[in-house]
């Protein structure tokens, strides 16, 4: 088969690489129809996650249809179509067993791509199956469930569950990548008063309108701080959720916030930012950080399939799966190409709208 594979900062290559097999009873091998690009798979490219062996296939999020299934696997089988999830449980140990699969220590957590082979692939080998994909439900697209895989139960689990959201209340987002988009898509659920985007970047900010802020600010321009006090009468935000991952945009977070507020951190920090515990301790304030586990994953698939939820505006862009290295060349220049999540499918029938997808319709 083909897939995409790391050979060490800078270097990517889509190259013959031999099939996947099942190795353990729990497994199963998918064939990938879809799989996508995550701003961590660009994070790996450069360098950032040493864990990655040189040779292993990157990607954690693919929709795909069971080919082979091992002797102990019961509750999918030959010819499923599975979503297969940026996270891996094993069921059995302490984690698993409290729905945090992100902290698995039984040989799951974010291992594809990372750990093991990865889904940007013709095929691929997922372990613990039972307990680790989702069977896709009847009448769904690909493209329906296929964000499903991570920045959907990322930002609702790490940022809009974590941070409390609650009818009424004023919800800062700052960072408006597909991970702050998320997050405004899932706030949506609980039916806040007003959302406000932040970011630095004015084509985000307008994609945060498109997704449902009420209010963006370009924090570039504008004291983002001044502006929330002034949407909240001095308060400060009810919650403000931290979606770039450095130092400025958490201490702006911190800022943000009302006494008794809550801060959901949910981008991925390479250097120390600074707690300013001196304002802070006397402000009831609540910070909280995390992984994904998709234990959410279930129920954000049943609102896709009720129509309460409909991340297919995330797909900017469509490849095939063998374009997959003019596809992360998109993905990694999305300032100048917009893309939010670049869709790479083995199905031609995806590819009828080409990319840019909005060119297609247009
Ligand atoms: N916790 C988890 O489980 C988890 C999972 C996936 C991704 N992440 C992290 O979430 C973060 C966001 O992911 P993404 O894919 O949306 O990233 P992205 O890079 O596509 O988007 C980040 C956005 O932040 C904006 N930005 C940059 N600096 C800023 C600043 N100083 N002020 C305001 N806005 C600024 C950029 O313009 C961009 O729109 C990343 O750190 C990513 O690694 C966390
Ligand atoms: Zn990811
Ligand atoms: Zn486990």
Redesign the pocket.
Known sequence: MKALVYHGPGERAWESVPDPTITDPTDVVVKIDTTTI???DL?ILKGDVPEVRPGTILGHEAVGTVVAAGAAVTTVGEGDRVLVS?ITSCGRCRFCKEAKY?LCTGGGGWIFGHLIDGVQADYARVPFADTSVYKVPEGLSDEQVLFLA??LP?AF??GVLNGRVEPGDTVAV?????????TIMTAKLFTPGRIVA????DA?LAKALDFGADVAVN??DED?VARVMELTGDLGADVAVE????P??FE?CAELIRPGGRLA?????GHPATLHLERLWIRDVLIT????DTATTPKLLRLVAEGRLDPTAFATHRFALDESMEAYDVFAD?AATNA?KVVLAAHPVHLEARRPAVAATA
């Open positions: 995550c701003g961590t994070h940026c992100g991570d920045i990322t689990e790490c700052v960072g408006a990548g597909p991970i702050g988009l998320a932040i970011d630095l970047a985000r924090n570039g983002a979606a770039v991952g450095v400025d945009t702006l951190n949910v981008g991925v920090h950080t995390g992984l994904v999305a939010l």
